[in-house]
């Protein structure tokens, strides 16, 4: 997919109001182009007045640029109402006229003709072009740019039908090595909130993220979720790492704060961005969605953002691959009608910024245009991740249960790979085959040298013995070089591309043999 990655930032050196927007990706060499612009008083006047009328915090300022309080900017005659309009006509020609400003003062010039090559060379390949703004002012971080227009009557950037928008930053830590998942494995955790009912508020989001509207078979993606209600930092943790969760979904109030911001867990109990980066990453979790207030949202001082300082951003940064958070508060009515098309788009396998795009168009359709619960949500991608979350159906994906052999009654056990290294990981076997090595199209990924791409590969067969179906897992070698290990009564014996069968408790080694030890298991339901 064709890719177009665009960066904002200010010029200390030419005057605190002046900043250079430029092309840091593009689908063609002649596309990476730059310009110099200044942040028009008009468009701080706008952004000021946007905040007053929409924004649930204090307002953030646009460096030294003075605005003049109380003077309608907009052109348009807010004394004549419009027919069936239940809000003021002012507002409702707020967020366009904001859009259309935003749009203007970054598409302009060589910027914009970089923009339109870029989208019919997308539009060429039958493929939506993949837009990736990223901001390296901190003042400009609370901006809604998810409303950017062109003119009226045109689509947001956000709900365009041929551009998948979203945040970025190049100022990240490398990309994790990820897991190839067939269904969606959701880490649902519930904190302290005055205004939920946990015990309620958790049944409704459990059903709306495991419920879905099938489009047909075999086209929706098994979902399985484990709630937990105010856990401490330690219970998350452990949870963490003992599963391989790929999507972490927080509610509960949250707050800005200077390192990522700050989620109650508990009454007393508090996690900072940074310290829920450190698990996130290390457990290879690929999305955190966080229902919580303000996760978008920088931290500031006397009007003034701090840098780096929103959770999305500080998630991104040290390598979650992508973050979808709340600019400012958001109505539960709406944040459970965004969650449930957004579920069911990841469901139907559409990578995140594309459900995002599908779960926005919903918020826009309920709520209506004027109303800023679709500008609320804001999705980061990491600079190196093209969004996939779960498995094409073209993939050869084989999912429990619904590949189990039908009319056997039986529940069927469950086989996993478990790391014996004191921060290891558990991985959950497939029912068909199992891939391991040191790349990412792997469903087990080991990022060791001694490794190799390709190493090795754990199949499931079902044995009949009579009318009784057993589950059997053999490990297969592919190594380079025969680097695999099983411990038997002699000690560490080398696999050297052949068939082995497993038993359940047998201790294995991929590459070294000094490499770190796994333990096959089965576990009897």
Not at 84 to 98: E, I, K
Not at 135 to 149: C, N, V, Y
Not at 424 to 435: A, D, F, N, Y
């Amino acid at each position: 997919m064709s890719c177009l990655n665009l960066a904002i930032a200010r010029l200390v050196n030419t005057g605190t109001d002046n900043f250079a927007i430029w092309v840091v990706k593009a689908p063609y060499p002649s596309g990476y182009v730059l310009r110099d612009c200044v942040f028009a008083t008009e468009l701080s006047q706008i952004w000021q007045e946007w905040q007053q009328m929409f924004a649930g915090h204090s307002p953030i300022d646009i460096g030294s640029l003075s605005t003049s309080p109380g003077v309608n900017t907009l052109p348009i005659n807010s004394s004549s109402p419009l027919v069936g309009q239940t809000t003021s006509p002012y507002s409702s020609r707020l967020m366009q006229y904001l859009g259309i400003s935003l749009w203007s003062w970054v598409f302009d010039g060589a910027i914009l003709g970089s923009l339109e090559r870029s989208r019919g060379m997308a539009m060429g390949q039958n493929k939506r072009l993949r837009f990736r703004l990223e901001i390296r002012d901190p003042d400009l971080i609370a901006l809604p740019w998810e409303i950017m227009q062109r003119e009226p009557g045109q689509s947001a950037i956000s709900l365009s039908q041929d551009i998948l928008f979203s945040r970025t930053t190049s100022e990240v830590e490398p990309l994790p090595n990820l897991r190839a998942d067939p269904a969606l494995n959701v880490l649902l955790v519930l904190g302290h909130d005055d205004n939920l009912e946990l015990e309620k508020e958790a049944a409704i989001l459990e059903k709306i993220l495991s419920e879905c509207s099938p489009s047909g078979k075999n086209s929706v993606s098994a979902c399985m979720v484990k709630t937990l209600l105010q856990p401490t930092p330690q219970q998350l943790i452990q949870e963490l790492e003992t599963k391989a969760y790929n999507v972490f979904f927080f509610a509960g109030h949250g707050l800005p704060a200077p390192d990522g911001g700050l989620l109650f867990l508990g009454t007393d109990m508090t996690l900072n961005g940074i310290e829920l980066a450190q698990v996130l990453t290390r457990t290879g979790v690929k999305l955190g969605v966080f229902n919580a207030c303000w996760g978008a949202q920088p931290a500031t001082i006397n009007q003034q953002a701090i840098p780096a300082s929103s959770l999305a951003e500080v998630l991104i940064r040290h390598g979650v691959p992508a973050v979808l958070a709340m600019r400012d508060e958001i109505a539960d009515q709406e944040s459970h009608s965004f969650i449930q098309a957004f579920a069911e788009a990841l469901r139907s396998r559409k990578p995140i910024d594309e459900a995002v795009a599908a779960a926005r168009q919903e918020l826009l359709t309920i709520y209506k245009f004027n109303q800023p619960a679709w500008t609320l949500p804001v999705l980061y991608l990491h600079p190196d991740f093209h969004g996939d979350l779960i498995k094409g159906i073209d993939e050869g994906v084989t999912e429990l249960p619904d590949t189990a052999i039908s009319g056997l009654g039986s529940p069927i056990p469950t086989a996993s790979l478990r790391s014996l290294s004191p921060e290891g990981k558990t991985w959950l076997l497939r029912s068909g085959v199992t891939r391991i090595g040191r790349t990412k199209d792997n469903d087990i990924i080991i990022p060791e040298l001694y490794v190799s791409k390709r190493h090795a590969e754990i199949l499931c067969r079902s044995i009949f013995t009579g009318t009784k179906s057993v589950q059997t897992y053999y490990l297969q070698d592919f190594s380079t070089y025969g680097t695999t290990w099983c411990l038997g009564q002699n000690g560490w014996q080398q696999i050297l591309r052949e068939e082995v069968p497993l038993r359940s408790g047998m201790h294995l080694k991929f590459g070294s043999a000094k490499a770190e030890t796994w333990e096959f298991l089965i576990e009897e339901p």
